[in-house]
């Protein structure tokens, strides 16, 4: 994300491609993150049937012209959730966290996928973004806040949308509860496999036993995950992922990266003594499970401080899009 939307101090884990050189991934261990051709080998799963389990994962990309007429470029993981319009991602690839404000154009944001063999780009329905009225920003620390739902412009096709694990069964899990997920990343600043190439990796959950002391964290009912999934750069908004009747749901979201700052707490959780450091997620709950429910269909209705709303989309994003996947040599349809 651009240099205004990154949180310091570490803290940060989306991407500005046009301002910051790229960081060292947040590495716990060995690299766990994998190509979905090498983990299919690896766990000797059938590679086509692996993507087709887990396509719903993307990336948002937000474009805005910069003073001196560059373009800046802000780049998260997204993917879609309940529905095949739908999707959930980190806050902070668009504010400034520094004042809590937008700092982007809607219209000019779009969300790409892998879908029929090829990347296809789809526009936001700036109307229907929902984030948190109190910001996660630096001063707030409100980091269980760094949530956002939208709606896209039309279906992705070819595409079934991770299903959201209920409430009732996330508010079940216990303080210092742990369980074994799985994470798609949708783009990389700095992996081996490339930033537009899905990578897929297993990693720790456990629920934090308190908010760090450190965080003030939510106010819209989420709460904090330690997770050691290897994460970099762009992994802002990824999915952590269980099995649920034989499909992938969605028990919460990768948000930040805070190093060894949280070890005395992940102490306490058991964790592989091997892989100290811990990333922060939030749960798929609270205000953040309802908004999904809301867009998805479902009746669970807004706060007014959460919906935004903007400018109906226009046709600016299509052609930063293109160039953007001509630059890669990809394709769309």
Known sequence: MRT???LAAGLGIGLALSAVAPARAVIVGDDDRKTFEDYASDKGFDAS????????????????????GDVGVAAATAQLVGRPDVIATASHTFLDTRTGRVDVNFSQCGFLIWSQGRIVARKI?????????ERATLASRRFGNDWAVMRLDEPVPGVRPYDLVPASDIARLREGAELKVTT????????????????????????????????????????????????????????????????????????ISVGSDLESVGKSLDFSSSRPHFNIAISAEGRFGDAIRRLSGGRAAPSPAEKIGGAATDSGVKRSIDQYLLDRNDSRN
């Open 49 to 68: 049937s692996l993507q087709k389990r887990f396509a719903a994962s993307g990336w948002l990309l937000c474009f805005s012209r910069k003073k001196g």
């Open 184 to 255: 798609v990343i949708g783009f990389h600043d700095n992996w081996s496999g490339g930033k537009s190439t899905l990578s897929i990796s297993d990693c720790d959950v456990a629920v934090a036993p308190a908010p760090p002391k450190q965080m003030r964290f939510t106010t819209t009912g989420t709460r904090a995950l330690l997770t050691n999934c290897d994460i970099g750069r762009g992994a802002s908004g990824a999915a952590l992922l269980v099995d649920r009747g034989g499909k992938p749901a969605m028990l919460g979201m990768t948000i």
């Open 4 to 6: 205004s939307l990154l």
């Open 125 to 133: 329905v700036a109307s229907s973004v929902t984030i948190p009225g």
